[in-house]
């Protein structure tokens, strides 16, 4: 039986339960992570002050989770790990075997990452929603493309039986929806903080 996830409202109440000192308006919010993100910029440190941002918000984010929700994400998280190793051009069978593990072992090991994954993507949805956030198809299509160009050059230049076939696996890979429906939601992300970062020339 699947249970209803109930999240926070983007609200200043919800903002200044994040206990930020000087925040306490979804205003003072954005100016917080406006600031922080001019001196990401400054610092070339881009995803380390985004997941700090995150994180923070993850802190306060109490919801009951269905386990199809952790089980879809524990999938996705896999498919991420393939696609990882075939940029390096690495396959995931001689991975697994090289380091003596399995799949059931490697899930166990990213549980907590998962569910924490799964509050983050929840509350950033009504964010995105909230910001009226959207991507197109050509973007989401452009950045594919530009992923399965990078993997493409990473077996080319490692030892493969069958550069074609490992090419073709991961070219069927990225036409998942699920997959699709990922790489939306992280470029959406990518402009969610680009749009805060262009409040600062305003």
């Given at each position: 039986e699947s249970k209803k996830v109930i999240l926070p409202d983007y609200s200043d109440e919800f903002v200044k339960?994040?206990?930020?000192?000087?925040?306490?308006?979804?205003?003072?919010?954005?100016?917080?992570?406006?600031n922080n993100l001019k001196t990401e910029k400054e610092a070339a440190n881009q995803e380390k002050i985004h997941n700090q941002i995150l994180e923070k918000i993850d802190e306060k984010i109490k919801v009951d989770l269905p386990e199809s929700l952790i089980r879809q994400e524990?999938?996705?998280?896999?498919h991420e790990f393939e696609r990882n190793l075939g940029r390096q051009g690495v396959r995931l069978d001689d991975y697994l075997e090289k380091e003596k593990l399995n799949k059931p072992e490697v899930e166990t090991g990213w549980r907590?990452?998962?569910?924490?994954?799964?509050?983050?993507?929840?509350?950033?949805?009504?964010?995105?929603?909230?910001?009226?956030?959207?991507v197109s198809a050509d973007e989401i299509k452009d950045y594919i493309n530009n992923e399965l160009q990078q993997i493409k050059n990473s077996i080319s230049k490692s030892p493969s039986d069958d550069?074609?076939?490992?090419?073709?696996?991961?070219?069927?890979?990225?036409?998942?929806?699920?997959?699709?429906?990922?790489?939306?939601?992280?470029?959406?992300?990518?402009?969610?903080?680009?749009?805060?970062?262009?409040?600062?020339?305003?």
């Amino acid at each position: 039986e699947s249970k209803k996830v109930i999240l926070p409202d983007y609200s200043d109440e919800f903002v200044k339960s994040l206990k930020i000192d000087g925040v306490e308006k979804i205003k003072d919010f954005e100016e917080y992570l406006i600031n922080n993100l001019k001196t990401e910029k400054e610092a070339a440190n881009q995803e380390k002050i985004h997941n700090q941002i995150l994180e923070k918000i993850d802190e306060k984010i109490k919801v009951d989770l269905p386990e199809s929700l952790i089980r879809q994400e524990l999938d996705l998280m896999w498919h991420e790990f393939e696609r990882n190793l075939g940029r390096q051009g690495v396959r995931l069978d001689d991975y697994l075997e090289k380091e003596k593990l399995n799949k059931p072992e490697v899930e166990t090991g990213w549980r907590d990452q998962a569910i924490k994954r799964v509050r983050l993507s929840l509350i950033i949805r009504e964010v995105l929603k909230k910001e009226k956030i959207s991507v197109s198809a050509d973007e989401i299509k452009d950045y594919i493309n530009n992923e399965l160009q990078q993997i493409k050059n990473s077996i080319s230049k490692s030892p493969s039986d069958d550069p074609d076939g490992l090419f073709k696996k991961y070219q069927d890979e990225y036409d998942r929806d699920e997959i699709k429906a990922r790489v939306e939601q992280q470029l959406m992300i990518n402009k969610m903080f680009d749009n805060l970062i262009l409040l600062m020339v305003k």
